[in-house]
């Protein structure tokens, strides 16, 4: 795996980079988290949200409505063909998964 990080497939795009996809791939649950505090918590301030959401059970929903947003983003690559930038996606969102297991797990 992480000869084709290094290696990435040939391709005519410029923007098919795994780099491309993977700073989407991370940024989106943080968006997806600001998102739902303006659509459901708007009575709430900003601080109150950030401590009420720190519960694990709770905080784990939320990023994984995350990454599901990140499922978007992939088909946006994958329609495209970036297969590379796709990759990236994918990465971010293991990399977004390893938290939201272990508090499912261990909490």
């Given at each position: 795996m992480?000869d084709r990080?290094?290696?990435?497939?040939?391709?005519?795009?410029?923007?098919?980079n795994?780099?491309?996809?993977f700073?989407?791939?991370?940024?989106?649950?943080?968006?997806?988290?600001?998102?739902f505090?303006?659509l459901?918590?708007?009575?709430m301030?900003?601080e109150?949200?950030?401590?009420?959401?720190?519960?694990?059970?709770?905080?784990?929903k939320?990023?994984?409505f995350?990454?599901?947003?990140?499922?978007?983003?992939?088909?946006?690559?994958?329609?495209?063909?970036?297969?590379?930038?796709?990759?990236g996606?994918?990465?971010?969102?293991?990399?977004?998964?390893?938290?939201?297991?272990?508090i499912?797990?261990?909490?």
């Amino acid at each position: 795996m992480l000869d084709r990080i290094l290696n990435p497939a040939p391709t005519i795009y410029k923007w098919d980079n795994f780099f491309v996809g993977f700073v989407p791939g991370l940024i989106c649950p943080l968006l997806a988290f600001l998102f739902f505090y303006t659509l459901q918590m708007k009575e709430m301030s900003f601080e109150t949200f950030l401590h009420h959401s720190m519960i694990p059970d709770i905080f784990s929903k939320i990023i994984s409505f995350g990454c599901i947003i990140n499922l978007g983003v992939f088909f946006i690559f994958i329609t495209r063909n970036y297969y590379n930038a796709a990759r990236g996606v994918i990465g971010a969102t293991i990399l977004w998964g390893i938290p939201i297991i272990y508090i499912k797990i261990c909490m």
